[in-house]
């Protein structure tokens, strides 16, 4: 995937940076197919630059933090999306839709008469939760496996939001022709596969455990809604997924804690290791979110685990985050023993459409 929009700093503050976070998440919804969404965020973005009032807006325009770190547009266009969705608002029923509309007009009346409503949506990062990006962290495992770790995997996910990838061993895969998972599967995932097929290894998933600062509980309707609301609207197989994950997760619910993300790792990283297993550290578009000072310090627990780490009780890191260098998604991977370099396994889609396998550069 290749997006016109240009490389800032993704931590820059300042007016400049969230008329230019609009801009860029336009450019961006566009590139991953959501011409729909980037409508919403255009007149939105036309909305902030503009000289209307009200206590939304103005919210907007005075943003204290990191407004492209922070997905500042998307959390707007998710307070727009949860009115649409339940049903609340029929004027943007033609928005939604793709048909004509004075979308400026009828935004900038939402903002002002449902501002008691979407004010909250602003006070915390969008939930992405996305089952299709499971396919990226199996094809990492089976990556780790061929590298000769031992195929018997704890996974630990930080940012699991809902927990949908906490039960990827629950799915089923075809990637390029290597068939993971089990054959009465709640979901079964197909991306689009370019280049060689990953390696075919038999790999077993002994556990799993995640942490979010605010996690959602998909059996309470109204955080599902939230949820929901911050899939893009053209991907329509995305809401199929997530109805089948909340099944999934009604019937045995992920194992999901509510702590922020080093915390977390060096608890984890704490408890003892079953001998013949791999502990695997694993993220998904959720990187940026995490203060630098918890990024810090999950760095160095994670290089001092891994100078402990024994081809019995082995380490590793998987990450599917956005490379704002070169504008795209990278399935990164590394593991102790070994030097802990970080190794380019993929370019993958956000949300797991296609996968580009195969290319295998050290980053450092």
């Given at each position: ?18 008329a ?19 409508r ?193 609207p ?9 109805d ?29 290791q079953?001998?013949?297993?791999t ?42 985050e956005?490379?704002?260098?070169v ?38």
């Amino acid at each position: 995937m290749s997006a016109p929009y240009e490389f800032v700093d993704i931590q820059a503050r300042g007016p400049e940076m969230v008329a230019r976070a609009f801009g860029n998440q336009v450019e961006y919804c566009r590139a991953a197919g959501a011409p729909i969404t980037a409508r919403v965020v255009a007149a939105l973005g036309a909305l902030v630059a503009g000289d209307a009032g009200g206590a939304v807006l103005t919210r907007v325009r005075d943003w204290p933090g990191a407004p492209l770190a922070d997905a500042l547009p998307l959390r707007l266009a998710g307070a727009i999306r949860a009115l649409h969705l339940a049903g609340e608002e029929p004027a943007l029923t033609p928005i939604y839709a793709d048909e004509p509309a004075d979308d400026a007009g009828v935004l900038g009346d939402l903002l002002l008469r449902r501002e008691a409503d979407i004010l909250p949506w602003l006070d915390g990062p969008p939930q992405t939760n996305e089952v299709g990006r499971s396919a990226g962290l199996i094809a990492a495992l089976l990556w780790l496996a061929d590298q000769g770790l031992p195929p018997r995997f704890e996974l630990l996910e930080i940012g699991s939001s809902a927990g949908i990838n906490l039960m990827l061993s629950r799915y089923r895969y075809d990637l390029g022709g290597v068939v993971v998972g089990p054959d009465k599967a709640a979901i079964q995932l197909t991306p689009e596969w370019q280049g060689a097929p990953p390696p075919d290894c038999s790999i077993e998933i002994v556990s799993t455990a995640g942490c979010d600062i605010a996690p959602v509980d998909l059996t309470d309707p109204a955080q599902a809604l939230r949820l929901k609301a911050y899939v893009w609207p053209e991907h329509r197989e995305r809401f199929a997924r997530i109805d089948a994950a909340i099944a999934e997760a009604t019937r045995s619910p992920p194992d999901l804690v509510q702590m922020n993300a080093a915390d977390f790792v060096a608890q984890q990283l704490a408890r003892p290791q079953a001998e013949g297993t791999t502990r695997v550290l694993m993220h998904s578009i959720v990187w940026q979110y995490v203060p630098d000072d918890q990024q810090a310090r999950i760095e160095q627990v994670m290089a001092a685990a891994g100078a402990a780490a024994t081809a019995g009780n082995a380490l590793a890191w998987v990450a599917l985050e956005a490379n704002r260098v070169v504008h795209h998604h990278e399935l990164v991977g590394r593991h102790w023993p070994g030097d802990g370099t970080p190794h380019r396994l993929a370019r993958a889609h956000p949300h797991g459409a296609w996968i580009g396998w195969g290319e295998f550069d050290r980053l450092v």
